[in-house]
Structure formats: structure tokens, C-alpha cells
């Protein structure tokens, strides 16, 4: 097996329910995994105190594992609202994620980050999303001077139309991000999401370029790499004509129930009744898949 300058991280809910979690039993797991990354939801550390996050970033530098924080904000936390106080609400949420990232040692926050997730209220913008846009980019322009202040880079992820409106494609993302017009503005795009809405896989990634700064994978259906009929071989190669060299980090996300199962919209067992051991035999097998198609 060849090597490859990529990390490769995996998503903690994939264990787990619930966005909040037991980080240590979870950084311990993906570094008996293999795994380079764990990728966490970073609201509960923020409900931290300053002592306990340190507690938790040191062990997971014990571990040698890297810590990626993925959030989407709420609806009283909608960026994009045409409620000002909703908006002051997500403007402070945002700075307040950028800061946390920052204390904890990471220079990116990845997720729905111009909007709020899981989007439930589409009716009202089925006309014309522009003003929607609109108050999202003048939004974001607040957080992001926070960001390029403390070093962070603010990666926005395209989702598919189920889940978000206002940016489906890479196309949207790369014009969401002109109009923001800061260097730390950048996207993550996820394969689950492209598979939705992109024409091309190739095209999708080199649409979206040096912008690209963190990448997400996951099957058609959300199982594990290697397990569904995405075309990986087209995919690292449009990642490596981009010259990628981020994190690749699994999201698959198969297991009913929770905060998780309601969020993700999981309505069957997509596991297949998997144990804990069968997961983890799963996640072993997608890490080599990803190991060896990226060298």
C-alpha cells in the first residue's frame, strides 16, 4: 500500500446518536481504529469550561489524533433570516464557534454555516432565494472578521436540496464565497451532497478548486466508502488534478434513533443491524479503501 499525504478522519456520530458525546471513549476508539481525525460536533465543548476542553485536545494529541469541528447552526440561529434578531443571534453563534476553534487549536470550522440545518421552512423561499442570500453573505462578512482576526477558516458546505437551499452546488459555493471576498472564506464539499446535485463529480471539485479546503465522504445512500456505486477512482482523481492535499474525513451515518437519526432523516436501519464490532470492521475497511485510492 502506497502512502498519501491526505489525513483521514471519520465522523464521531458515527457511533453515536447523539451530537453530544463522550470524547475521550471516541478519540480513543478512531486512534485504535487508525484513524488520523476525528471529526466532533464542537457545541458541547463550548458548554465546557476552558479546563475540561484542554483536558480533552491534550488527550487526543496523546492519541495522535486531530480534532475537526463540524456544526450546523440552529433556526433561532439562521443567518439568512429576515428576523434581525435571529440573524444578531447566528452572528454571535458564529463568532463564537470561530473563537472555540481557535482556542482549541484548529484553524477551520467546517458545516451549514450561512443558514441553519436541518432547513425545515423551504415554502417560503420558493420564489427567489436571492434575499436569503443576500442577508447570509452580509452576515457572514461579520463572522468572518472574527475568523481572519484568530486565524480560522470558515468552510461552507453545499448541501443537498432536502436538507438546504441556498447553496446546492459547488457553482453556489464558489459565488457565495467571491461575495464574502476574505481568504478565509473556503468550502467543504461532501460526496453525499455532489452525488444529489452535481452533474459531475470532477466537475463539482474542480468547480469549487483551491477553494476546497475540507472534504467529506460517504456513499449514495450515507454507508461507508467503498460499500455503494459512487465512482471513487473518478473522484481522487479530480481531487489530486486540484492538487488536494486536506483532510478526507468518512461521514456515514447509518443508525435510526437520536439526535442524529431525526437530523439526518434515517428511517430504517441503513446499518443493517451492525454491531459495534461490525462497525468498527466497517470503518477498518473504508480507512484502507480511502488509504489506498488517495496513494
Same mark, same amino acid.
Given at each position: 500500500?502506497?502512502?498519501?499525504?491526505?489525513?483521514?478522519?471519520?465522523?464521531?456520530?458515527?457511533?453515536?446518536?447523539?451530537?453530544?458525546?463522550?470524547?475521550?471513549?471516541?478519540?480513543?476508539?478512531?486512534?485504535?481504529?487508525?484513524?488520523?481525525i476525528l471529526?466532533?460536533?464542537?457545541?458541547?465543548?463550548?458548554?465546557?469550561?476552558?479546563?475540561?476542553?484542554?483536558?480533552?485536545?491534550?488527550?487526543?494529541?496523546?492519541?495522535?489524533?486531530?480534532l475537526?469541528?463540524c456544526?450546523?447552526?440552529?433556526?433561532?440561529?439562521?443567518?439568512?433570516?429576515?428576523?434581525?434578531?435571529?440573524?444578531?443571534?447566528?452572528?454571535?453563534?458564529g463568532?463564537?464557534?470561530?473563537?472555540?476553534?481557535?482556542?482549541?487549536?484548529?484553524?477551520?470550522?467546517?458545516?451549514?454555516?450561512y443558514?441553519?440545518?436541518?432547513? %425545515?421552512?423551504?415554502?417560503?423561499?420558493? *420564489?427567489?432565494? /436571492?434575499?436569503?442570500?443576500?442577508?447570509?453573505v452580509?452576515?457572514? &462578512? @461579520? +463572522?468572518?472578521?472574527?475568523?481572519?482576526?484568530?486565524?480560522?477558516?470558515?468552510?461552507?458546505?453545499?448541501?443537498?436540496?432536502?436538507?438546504?437551499?441556498?447553496?446546492?452546488?459547488?457553482?453556489e459555493?464558489?459565488?457565495?464565497?467571491?461575495?464574502?471576498?476574505?481568504?478565509r472564506?473556503?468550502?467543504?464539499?461532501?460526496?453525499?451532497?455532489?452525488?444529489?446535485?452535481?452533474?459531475?463529480f470532477?466537475?463539482?471539485?474542480?468547480?469549487a478548486?483551491?477553494l %476546497?479546503?475540507?472534504?467529506?465522504?460517504? *456513499?449514495?445512500? /450515507?454507508k461507508?466508502p467503498?460499500?455503494?456505486?459512487?465512482?471513487? &477512482? @473518478? +473522484?481522487?482523481?479530480a481531487?489530486?488534478?486540484i492538487?488536494?492535499?486536506?483532510?478526507?474525513?468518512?461521514?456515514?451515518?447509518?443508525?435510526?434513533?437520536?439526535?442524529?437519526?431525526?437530523?439526518?432523516?434515517?428511517?430504517?436501519?441503513?446499518?443493517?443491524?451492525?454491531?459495534?464490532?461490525?462497525?468498527?470492521?466497517?470503518?477498518?475497511?473504508?480507512?484502507?479503501?480511502?488509504?489506498?485510492?488517495?496513494?
Amino acid at each position: 500500500m502506497g502512502t498519501t499525504v491526505n489525513k483521514i478522519g471519520l465522523h464521531s456520530a458515527y457511533w453515536s446518536k447523539n451530537w453530544a458525546i463522550n470524547h475521550k471513549e471516541c478519540i480513543k476508539h478512531a486512534s485504535g481504529l487508525g484513524f488520523d481525525i476525528l471529526e466532533v460536533q464542537p457545541v458541547s465543548l463550548y458548554e465546557m469550561t476552558r479546563g475540561q476542553r484542554q483536558d480533552i485536545t491534550k488527550y487526543a494529541d496523546d492519541c495522535g489524533i486531530t480534532l475537526t469541528y463540524c456544526v450546523g447552526f440552529g433556526e433561532s440561529q439562521n443567518v439568512a433570516s429576515e428576523d434581525t434578531s435571529v440573524r444578531k443571534n447566528g452572528i454571535a453563534f458564529g463568532k463564537a464557534m470561530v473563537k472555540l476553534c481557535a482556542e482549541l487549536g484548529s484553524d477551520m470550522l467546517v458545516g451549514a454555516l450561512y443558514s441553519y440545518w436541518p432547513m %425545515t421552512a423551504f415554502n417560503e423561499i420558493m *420564489e427567489d432565494k /436571492r434575499p436569503y442570500i443576500d442577508r447570509a453573505v452580509d452576515s457572514v &462578512k @461579520e +463572522i468572518i472578521k472574527v475568523a481572519e482576526d484568530v486565524g480560522v477558516d470558515y468552510c461552507m458546505e453545499p448541501l443537498n436540496r432536502f436538507e438546504q437551499v441556498l447553496i446546492n452546488t459547488s457553482a453556489e459555493g464558489v459565488e457565495f464565497c467571491r461575495r464574502v471576498g476574505s481568504p478565509r472564506a473556503k468550502l467543504l464539499l461532501d460526496t453525499f451532497h455532489i452525488n444529489i446535485e452535481e452533474n459531475s463529480f470532477t466537475e463539482a471539485i474542480l468547480t469549487a478548486g483551491s477553494l %476546497t479546503r475540507h472534504f467529506h465522504v460517504g *456513499e449514495n445512500n /450515507r454507508k461507508a466508502p467503498g460499500t455503494g456505486c459512487l465512482p471513487w &477512482k @473518478e +473522484i481522487a482523481a479530480a481531487l489530486k488534478k486540484i492538487n488536494y492535499t486536506g483532510a478526507i474525513v468518512m461521514e456515514p451515518l447509518t443508525r435510526m434513533g437520536g439526535e442524529v437519526g431525526r437530523d439526518i432523516r434515517i428511517w430504517r436501519d441503513i446499518s443493517n443491524g451492525a454491531d459495534d464490532a461490525e462497525l468498527d470492521r466497517i470503518a477498518r475497511n473504508s480507512l484502507k479503501f480511502l488509504r489506498d485510492l488517495m496513494s
